[in-house]
């Protein structure tokens, strides 16, 4: 799925009802790109960027994913981008995309989405199930992504744990992830200038 995307609603709905977890106002950009070296004829790259809604001149995500096939089943490949930064916007600037280089990017190992279809129209992928997605943020020893992908919404659940499987960060359980529904025009990131950069709170996805 491509476009823009935001978590809106969600955050609404969060505080009319004094939810003990408030979700992350958050927007989502998600456009297509082509990478030489990485894009294959039975493969889609896209370039995947979120950032808190008042800070979109800083994304505290951002990176490549490659949808492609293995053993039948439909995978993204997840690539961290080197420098990310210099990339901020670049879902409404192709000139910055057309930039981008295998060189510049790392595969997230063992952090490989694996989707299902689960209805008409709906996905459903997991990924890091088992402690392959291995990160030292915020003092977690690895992390489970879990997310639902209808025509109009993607909800993403990050959460991260220690070597023992205690939770350390992200939705606490129990709790519905982010839920990101498209929005009908895409909207430009503001100037960079715009507003300082938040600290996140706990439950966001490692940058």
Not at 96 to 112: K, V
Not at 170 to 192: D, L
Request: aromatic residues 8%; hydrophobic residues 40%.
């Amino acid at each position: 799925m491509t476009g823009s995307f935001d978590t809106f609603a969600q955050v609404e709905a969060d505080l009319a009802a004094g939810a003990a977890y408030t979700h992350l106002r958050a927007v989502m950009h998600i456009v297509p790109v082509t990478i030489a070296g990485l894009t294959a004829p039975e493969a889609l790259t896209f370039y995947v960027e979120q950032a808190a809604a008042d800070a979109q001149h800083a994304p505290y995500r951002q990176r490549v994913y490659l949808l492609t096939r293995r053993d039948g089943a439909l995978v993204n490949r997840i690539f961290r981008i080197a420098e990310p930064q210099r990339l901020a916007g670049a879902h409404a600037r192709p000139e910055l995309l057309a930039q981008l280089a295998p060189q510049q990017l790392t595969l997230e190992a063992g952090c490989d989405l694996v989707w299902t279809r689960i209805g008409p129209e709906l996905y459903s992928g997991v990924a890091g199930i088992g402690g392959s997605c291995r990160t030292t943020w915020r003092e977690a020893a690895y992390t489970v992504s879990q997310v639902l992908m209808t025509p109009t919404t993607i909800t993403s659940l990050d959460q991260g744990f220690d070597a023992e499987g205690r939770h350390v960060w992200g939705p606490p359980p129990g709790t519905v992830g982010h839920v990101f529904r498209k929005r009908e025009a895409a909207v430009s990131p503001p100037h960079p200038a715009a507003s300082p950069t938040p600290a996140l709170p706990p439950g966001d996805r490692q940058p």
